[in-house]
């Protein structure tokens, strides 16, 4: 039996996945521990949306869609402990549980291992492949039936993984909410490298160059708000409106800017923001008021 220590040594293979099995012979995705203040903003918003979804859920209409699904099992390093992806919490969900879930993940061991975690033929589709090349097909499908709602969970290990023409596809959809990890700490990295070049995968990801356009120089607060403003704006071309966006001060009426999560390694540094994109401005107002108490329990985060 191989002991897991992947406190120290680089346990990953290639696929991202721990080169150690877990307790149940599938695999794994190594994490740290801030990946439980992830589940957290996700379980709370969909607790939170819970009536709102009801009125989908109660007549087969509520969709789950996991685009950079994972095994479905992670291990947090430190502790040895395993626990539940994003997408396997959704579907163990029992209040206004969704009733078709669809997970993607580009490598197949990954697919392969979701879909015997899940063990559940009926309303469950897992494909591998990549989920930026399948949204086509995905969307098509899901266009026949109009009246549904729709939440997207869409979690990749950084800016290479989505393009923003994605976001774009699944946009089409009517009453489509995504809760999107912003990979922030990642592009903070890589952006001098970015700048030198043209057609970047900052680009793609942002679905423009319109970032480059005044972030030379800039301090690091001020990438982050720029990036997020361009951001905000792609959202807006792609039909999620204003008042699905933001959240005007209940003092001042002032508007905010896209409220987003930090979540930050134990080091204290960003690593990524959590974004939810909705078109329909109660979304956004239980997604205001769930982040402004953290993990912790501490108030006002952002
Ligand atoms: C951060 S992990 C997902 C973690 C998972 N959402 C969870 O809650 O534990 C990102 C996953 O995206 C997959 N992936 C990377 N690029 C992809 C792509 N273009 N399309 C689909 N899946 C992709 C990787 O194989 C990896 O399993």
Redesign the pocket.
């Known amino acids: 039996m191989t002991t897991r220590n992947c406190k120290k040594q680089d346990c990953k293979d290639e696929?991202?996945n721990c080169r150690i099995l877990g307790s149940d012979g599938l695999p794994v995705?190594c994490v740290g521990p801030w990946v439980e203040d992830k589940y957290f903003f996700l379980e709370k918003y969909l607790n939170a949306s819970c009536e709102a979804r009801r009125k989908f859920a109660d007549k087969n209409n509520a969709v789950f869609i996991?685009?950079?699904?994972?095994?479905g099992k992670?291990i947090v390093k430190n502790e040895k402990r395993e626990i539940d992806?994003?997408?396997i919490r959704a579907f163990k969900r029992d209040e206004a549980s969704f009733n078709e879930y669809f997970y993607?993940?580009?490598?197949s061991v990954?697919a392969k291992a979701l879909e015997k975690r899940i063990n559940s033929k009926s309303n469950c589709n897992f494909r591998c492949?990549?989920?930026?090349g399948l949204i086509n097909e995905l969307v098509e499908t899901l266009s026949q039936k109009p009246y549904r709602y729709h939440f997207a969970?869409i979690?990749?290990?950084g800016p290479d993984?989505l393009k923003f023409e994605t976001l774009r596809n699944l946009a089409k959809l009517n009453r489509m909410d995504i809760l999107l990890h912003f990979p922030i700490g990642s592009i903070k990295r890589n952006l001098g490298t970015w700048l030198r070049s043209k057609s970047t995968i900052l680009d793609n990801f942002l679905g423009t160059d319109l970032w480059r356009k005044g972030i030379d120089g800039l301090s690091s607060d001020k990438v982050f708000k720029l990036l997020i403003d361009v951001f905000t704006e792609q959202l807006k071309s792609i039909g999620y409106p204003e008042k699905g966006l933001r959240m005007a001060s209940s003092d001042s009426n002032i508007y905010t800017g896209l409220p987003t999560v930090s979540v930050k390694n134990t080091k204290d540094v960003d690593l990524y923001v959590l974004i939810l994109a909705s078109k329909h401005q109660l979304a956004q107002k239980i997604w205001n008021s769930i982040i402004k108490i953290d993990p912790k329990g501490q108030k006002e985060l952002f």
């Open positions: 696929t991202g995705q996991d685009l950079f699904a994972g095994p992670c992806s994003g997408g993607f993940d580009i490598s990954n492949g990549d989920s930026n969970f979690d990749p290990f993984g």
